[in-house]
């Protein structure tokens, strides 16, 4: 890529190395903007005769071209690819979604030197028409070996970002305490309610139930009767681990105990199950504030149907701090 100063009449097709202002200060074009035979018009009418522009050499792809090779690569699911200017790409959300990010791969495409592309957290809840991802290359050209490496990398890889839509989210509760169920009904309903609404879920059925195992047990299984994305247990107790009454309900009712202890505070003390496809996460605490917990992590991931592992928990203890 070379810049040179040029008539504005032979300019044409040529790129804008710098932004052009009005003597009032306001912008006439932009940066990286190709010229074209209205804009030479508009240049004369402003009394410019020349202008400061690039043309890309042999082996070099134009910015915005690059950028919409990457994104179009690096993306699935709910998601629309918009060109924006500066050489940059900015992927919406079409719809109410959780995003997935593999983030090995991001660092990886990062440490190139012409391309690099932001995206949100992990497990992020994304609403319809928010951006979950930009990306954004070197200014006017990028190397065509260089984005030939990036492409590459991710068709044998795959994509970066999936936008996996979620669509008509429900969610069971089963409210629990040693003493009488109602308790934590009364203690937890509203902040349920609340955090819900933050993913557009609906509640599909609840219960209160006593804290004793066969009570646990039946009320569990009248609530994966409804078929909602995800069940809750809110319990006013902090289980020692799974062979307390929750984690003994589970395994009574077949459910697969996924993982205990979560390395996010608050929220150490989540216990996750899965009772055939349907994810059972007991979050001790979680319940007694509106404010971010493990659920934030957990929740849009069961809402899109994606069976978050084990091991994946155990990944979420850097930013895992949030309070």
């Known amino acids: 890529m070379r810049a040179l100063t040029m008539d504005v009449q032979q300019s044409a ?18 940066k990286g903007h190709i010229l074209s035979d209205e804009d030479i018009r508009l240049l004369e009418t402003e009394g410019m005769r020349q202008v400061w522009v690039t043309e890309l050499e042999d082996g070099e792809i134009g910015e915005d071209e690059a950028v919409m090779a990457v994104a179009e690569a690096m993306c699935c699911g709910s998601v629309e690819i918009r060109l924006a200017a500066g050489g940059r790409a900015n992927l919406i959300a079409t719809q109410d979604c959780c995003a997935l990010v593999d983030d090995e791969l991001l660092k990886q495409i990062n440490c190139t030197s012409s391309i690099v592309i932001a995206t949100v957290a992990n497990y992020r809840f994304a609403r319809t028409g928010e951006r979950i991802a930009t990306v954004k290359s070197a200014p006017f050209a990028v190397a065509q070996a260089q984005l030939e490496t990036v492409l590459s990398m991710l068709n044998e890889r795959g994509a970066i970002l999936q936008a996996r839509p979620i669509r008509e989210p429900s969610v069971a509760v089963l409210y629990s305490d040693p003493v009488h169920g109602d308790r934590a009904r009364v203690l937890f309903e509203n902040v349920v309610h609340t ?21 646990v047990t039946r009320a569990l299984q009248h609530l994966l009767r409804t078929k909602p994305h995800a069940v809750l247990v809110a319990s006013t107790t902090a289980p020692s681990g799974p062979e307390d009454v929750i984690g003994r309900a589970l395994v009574r009712l077949g459910a697969q105990v996924e993982r205990f202890l979560a390395p996010v505070e608050p929220g150490n003390l989540m216990m996750l199950a899965y009772k055939d496809t349907i994810p059972i996460v007991s979050a001790p605490c979680c319940f007694r504030s509106a404010k971010p917990n493990v659920l934030d992590f957990v929740l849009p991931p069961a809402l ?14 850097h930013g895992g701090l949030l309070t």
């Open 13 to 30: 097709g040529r790129i804008l190395c710098c932004t052009i202002f009005r003597p009032g200060g306001r912008k006439l074009l932009a």
């Open 195 to 215: 955090r819900l609404e933050r993913f557009g879920a609906t509640l599909r059925y609840s219960l209160a139930a006593i804290e004793e195992e066969e009570h």
């Open 304 to 317: 899109a149907k994606y069976r978050i592992s084990g091991w994946e928990i155990a990944c979420l203890g």
